[in-house]
Structures are given as C-alpha cells and as structure tokens.
C-alpha cells in the first residue's frame, strides 16, 4: 500500500511469488516481510546448510505432488541455517501447486487426495476497535453483514485494565448477539506471563468466548499449558507464529491447545499444513486456517482441511486493504447460508489480476560486489 | 571468503554489526545469512508486528544491561512476523553489550553478574574426513596439537551404511586415544526418523561417544525424546537450531537432552543465552556454547556462562577459514593445562581488525522504489 499504517493488519503488503514451467504459471503468496523473503531467495551461500532458497528449486521438474514434496525437503536441507526459509518456501509451495493443478487440471484438494469437500462457517476477523463503542459497533455491524461468528484481536486487547478489556469483549459479544461464535485474539501480548492473562479468563467465560487465542507467545508450552488446566476453563487457540511441522507439532502435544491455527503462507505452505491437518485430527483438536491477506491465501489456507468435516471453522479477513482485496479477479463469498466453499478450478481457482496489481508494484534492486541478484520483474 | 565451499563450514563468511553511541563503538556477530539478515534490518514495515530492526534500535540510549534487555523486547514485539528477527538480533545484542562494556570499562561477564569465572576445556571442532583415514589423521593431529576433546560432525556421516558410520567413529577415537571426549555430530541429517538415528547408538556406546549431537532436526522433541529413552543409552545434545528462548525451553523439557548447546550469534544474542544458561542450571542439564565461527563470536558465546563451573567444555573451532580469524586482533588460545579463559578486557575485549577485513569486504546495494535502503558502509 502507498501508506502502511502502525496497526495489526497485515493485508498492508503483499509477496506474492509467481513461479513458471513448462508453458503454466502458478502462484503463491507468502505472509512474510518481501524483502527479507526476496533477500533470502537470492543471497549468496553461506555454506552447505545455508543456501539460497532458488538453489533447491529453479530447473527442477514438477510432475507431480511429491515432487513439490522434494522441493520443500531440499529447501530444509540446504537452507537449514537461513532461518527466513519457511517464510519464503510458504510461497514456493503454494505457487507449485498451483501450478501443477493448472497443468493437471485438478484443484489442489484433489492432488492432495481429499475426495469431498465440506462448507466453513467464516468467522469474520477483525481488530478491536480503539474504544468499547466501536467494537460494539463493528460487531454490529459484523452481524448484519450475515456472520455467525466473529473475532476480536489486537489493538488496546491487554495492554490496560482487565475492566477495560471485559468493556471491549462484552460490547462484542453484545453487538454479536448471544447465540454467535466469539472468539478473542489476544495477540501475545501477555509474552509469558500466566497471571496477566488468567485474570482475563472470568470475564471471557462469561460472555461465552469460544477460543481465547495467542494469549502467549508461540511456542511458550509451559505457559499455555498452565492458562489450560486454569479456573474457569476457557478453549485456547495459537500456533500461527509457527514455521515448521515439529514447531506445530510442540503446540499441539505440550500446549493444551483445543484449536490449532497454521498458516500456510508462514509454515512452508500446503505441503505442510495439510500435514498438520492430519496430525490435528489424530490428536483430537481442531484445525483452523490463520488468514488475514488476500482470497489467494484463503484458498490456499482451505485446500489443506476442506476435505475434513468436523474442522468446519475458517478464518476469514473482512476487514482487506485494497491491494489484497485486488490481488485475485475471484473472490471466495458466503453462500445464502453462510457458509464459504474451497474454490473448484484448476490449483488454487484464483486468477491474479495483474493490471490492478501494477499500482501497487515495488521496484526492488538488491546489488551484490556489482552483480544484480534481484530486480522487480514485470508484472 | 571469495570463494565459499559446499561444505559444513560455517566460518565462510560473516556478518558483523558495528554500533557506535557517545564515542564509543560496539562490534557482534551474527551466524546468519549476511544479506538477508541486512535486509530485516532495513526491510519497509509490513504492520505493527512486521517492522524492520533499525525501529527498535536507532537513537535508543544505552546506559546499562537493562537497556538492552528493552532493545530485545522491543524487536520481538515490533518484529514479531519477521522470522528473520532473531539472527539479526543476535549479533546486535552482541554489539551493544560491547558498546556497554566499552563505555564501562567492564567485561561483558561482570555487567552480566558474574563475580568469579572459571576455565573451559575447549572441544577441537571438527568436521568429519571424507574417508575414515583422513578422520584418524584429523584426530590424531588435534590430540598431538593438545586437545583432550574434540567433536566430529557432517561430511558422509548418516548417509551411509552404519558400518561406515562405524569406521568414522571408532576412526576418530583411535585417532584421539582412549581417554579423550569424543563428541559426535550428525547434523541433523536423520531428519525425524529414529529408527535411523538408533542403528546407530550401539557403536556410539562402544566408542564410549561423551554426546550424540543433533541426530534429528532441532525441535522434533518426540524424535529426541524418543532416541533418549533407547537402549543403549548415550547422552543427546541438541539446540543450536533455537532462535528463541521458548524453543530452548522445549528442547531442554521436553527432548530428553543432557547437553543444550546455544549459538549466541543465533539466539538473541548474550541477553537469551544467558538466561537459557540459567535455565540449563536451574533444570540440571549442561550448557555448551555453539560456535563454528570467529573469536569474537566465541568470546560472546563465553560471556553467557563462563561463571558456571560445573559447565566446563566449550565448543572452540579449529578449522577457521582466514576470514573468521582475521575478524579479531586478539585470539583465546589454549593455556598451558590446555584451558580456555574469557577475555578479560572491556565489552567481549575483542578488538576488530578493520584493516584485515577491508579485503573481505562485500559491497551490497538495496534499493527500494528508488531509495537506498543500504550500502556496505567504510570499515
């Protein structure tokens, strides 16, 4: 965006990574710093462990799934070190299945081997307002607008009193109505600190908060596994900070989660995140996609779970800037009932507009002892 | 180093950071990929929670230990998303303590609290032969050079047969003599696979093996765990992979390790190895610095824990490429005995060696809608 502005949304910029091969064009999108991930691409070797990640994928053939599978392995071998890797191969990943899907003429669900898909309820995601009375006033709005369930995060969540805070979910949950999902974001702000947010745990409970999320910071086990087994019970959620399956797997075996939140433009892409889709599922707790970019990172993030019914909750962003609202020509809508659907077409089903997107293009030039590594390409 | 080999080799090249503040001038390294790591210091903010290094540090006062611990809680904060944060602000961390140190005429380890230090037995850092001839000749040429300790790691280790690994191991003892620590490493090259990693314990146990290092990718703690509970038993060490302190933290309670070995220059710098040293003592494992790179990385990496007697070996390179040696004036070579001592002049009494360095020096140029985000500056 020509202005980017201090708050928690990230759909302020975009790093969308367009990878072609054999005549097809497949995209993806990571949810990372652009230039640190372009940077991370191009770098020189450091040494065997610390590779640019364009050494693990350039000229390679994609002929298939596992193929892509090879190329995330080889991008964690030889990048080891270069610890920005994920981040950028979250892209990557995603790019090659759509890419293979285009050329095979599937969606990526059905590379992945789901034979059904299944709707999502879409919680509207949005940031609490800067006073009670305008949170009150989104969720209200938020309502109208035909959602069932809505979250809150970020802004002032957690940074004053535990009365400011209950203002702020109550009025919530009021301009909701009693019967819908709320769920609260607490944006890690309590870092590790178990009785600043166990304080907060009365008052979500009262007003029925479905998942309290990211009380901590992610991967902190012992905290969130203590705030699990507090009085009064209330579901926890995180993992969106996570960047690899083992990190993932942790929250979900040491962290006392009920909701596990992975997503694919940070974890390594659809390759991994529908791995911990299926481990979520053996582990007994819900899955959920973490999206708050464009209708190409939603399609990504439900290709992993749509074919899994009982994970039937979706994070949906409502609240898009427009560039990330104009990075795809199709978007992914409630049905009549409320419900949002994984896109039928070919690999991700999403068509990048790239006459809307070249007002929003970076010129980058990274220059290394006088040799270009890096520079915008056309759009 | 103008030409970087494909080889485990971390001392290639480096990324040094200079801080200047009050006429005084701090110097730290980070083991990270230089260019990327340059670029999440500079990079344009994505949001509140992605924004570049430089935001949190730049025109901060620096009067004391605390001060710094501010600066690291303000990049975890305002870098939270940026998964490059934390190697970038390793070598930052690194360079501020020795500013402080400088401007206090203290070494690091008395602002850090420590009142008495004691002497380490450094390991020769090794990396494996490609053939187990060459590995006696490595062994038996470090031993006679004076090293009761040595680690061999990487090369063809795990990606053979057993009884190759085998040849290597009881090469390498041979090579050292009976009563030698022999430390083996297989970065990481098992992945998760345990049964791989266990054909290999009876052998390690045979060649009396004092650690098994990183048989697994760092944070597969089910993998780890499992591995330590399998007969015959040999002592796991893991951890260099940790970027933060949770992650340390989970390998340290949950991955069955006797040995947590941290990379200052990979962790957060002194401030987070510091308090993981604590943490190590608190929960009655050893601490081990990981350091594959130059004396300045070393003397920082002693900083954290040379106050603890009972964790007594060090990681001490041996196969430095010129760069990494000529980054310091000073070197901390073995005494007498055989020992290793912290440096005792201010902040990490290094001095750099500008002069050396200038050969090494990379030019790099990033550019961002026309502005010069960065230029290798003068030395």
């Excluded at 710093?33 to 693990?56: G, N």
């Excluded at 053939?61 to 030889?78: C, P, Y």
Aim: hydrophobic content about 40%.
């Amino acid at each position: 965006m020509p202005e980017v502005l201090d708050i928690g949304d990230g759909s302020q910029d975009a790093l969308l990574v367009r990878i072609r091969a054999g005549g097809h064009e497949g995209w993806g999108e990571c949810e990372a710093s652009p230039l640190t991930s372009i940077s991370s691409y191009v770098c020189p070797m450091s040494h065997s462990a610390c590779k640019p990640l364009r050494y693990s994928l350039e000229r390679k053939n994609i002929d298939s799934v596992s193929d892509i599978q090879m190329i995330g392995a080889a991008v964690h071998e030889n990048s080891l070190d270069l610890l920005q890797a994920d981040h950028t191969l979250s892209g990557i990943d995603i790019a090659l299945y759509d890419l293979l899907g285009k050329k095979m003429n599937e969606p990526v669900h059905s590379l992945i081997g789901f034979k059904q898909v299944y709707p999502k309820l879409p919680y509207a995601s949005r940031l609490f307002g800067s006073t009670a009375a305008e949170t009150y006033e989104k969720a209200k709005k938020t309502r109208a607008d035909g959602y069932r369930a809505v979250k809150f995060g970020w802004g002032p969540f957690g940074k004053d009193s535990v009365e400011k805070d209950a203002d702020q979910v109550f009025a919530a949950r009021e301009g909701m109505g009693a019967d819908a999902y709320l769920m609260i974001d607490a944006g890690t702000v309590f870092k590790q600190d178990i009785s600043l947010a166990a304080k907060r745990l009365d008052m979500l409970k009262k007003a029925n908060t479905y998942w309290f999320e990211e009380p901590f910071i992610n991967g902190a086990l012992n905290a969130y596994k203590s705030l699990s087994l507090t009085e009064p019970g209330v579901p926890l959620a995180g993992g969106e900070g996570c960047n690899n399956i083992v990190q993932a797997e942790a929250m979900i075996d040491h962290a006392g989660l009920q909701f596990i939140q992975i997503d694919a433009g940070r974890i390594g892409g659809i390759t991994v995140s529908k791995k911990i889709a299926d481990l979520a599922a053996l582990r007994n707790i819900t899955y959920v996609n973490h999206t708050f970019t464009s209708h190409l990172a939603l399609s990504a993030s439900l290709q992993s779970y749509c074919g899994m019914e009982k994970h039937f909750i979706s994070e949906y962003p409502v609240e898009l800037k427009s560039l990330a609202r104009e990075i795809t020509k199709e978007h992914i809508v409630p049905d009549d009932q409320g419900y949002i659907h994984v896109p039928e077409g070919p690999g991700t089903g999403m068509t990048i507009d790239t006459v809307a997107l070249s007002k929003y293009l970076v010129d980058v030039e990274i220059i290394v002892n006088h040799k270009v590594l890096y520079s915008t390409p056309e759009l």
